[in-house]
């Protein structure tokens, strides 16, 4: 499995920036994607999640209202968009995959796969 997340960039305060994750590698209708975030010095986070069946999604409070996860199941693909963004989230996104389930979650030990990250900077 590998999961390729991409879109990150540098971007100014109140922008917009979308994230892409693309898996492949397996095909499981049973499948969440993730996205997580670690900022310099500080330890990983969670963001947001979703399910590809039924579509559930979970944000971690700094996203909601703000941060939208949608998923493209014929191209395996989540996709992470990001509104009104401020200095503090700048940091590494990246995407994460548990497979065989269908429960969203924002703990990354669930999380079997995980791509390589992109960088996202807000600047003031």
């Known amino acids: 499995v590998q999961l390729q997340a991409s879109g990150g960039g540098l971007v100014q305060v109140g922008g917009s920036l979308r994230l892409s994750c693309a898996a492949s590698?397996?095909?499981?209708?049973?499948?969440?994607m993730g996205w997580f975030r670690q900022a310099p010095g500080k330890e990983r986070e969670f963001v947001a999640a979703?399910?590809?069946?039924?579509?559930?999604?979970i944000y971690a409070d700094s996203a909601k209202g703000r941060f939208t996860i949608t998923g493209d199941t014929a191209k395996d693909t989540a996709y992470l968009q990001m509104a009104s963004l401020k200095p503090e989230d700048t940091a590494v996104y990246s995407c994460?995959?548990?497979?065989?389930?269908?429960?969203?979650?924002?703990?990354?030990?669930?999380?079997?796969?995980w791509g390589q990250g992109t960088l996202v900077t807000v600047s003031s």
């Open positions: 590698g397996r095909t499981d209708t049973n499948l969440v």
């Open positions: 994460a995959a548990r497979y065989g389930s269908m429960s969203v979650s924002r703990f990354g030990k669930y999380y079997g796969y």
């Open positions: 979703i399910s590809w069946r039924g579509g559930h999604t």
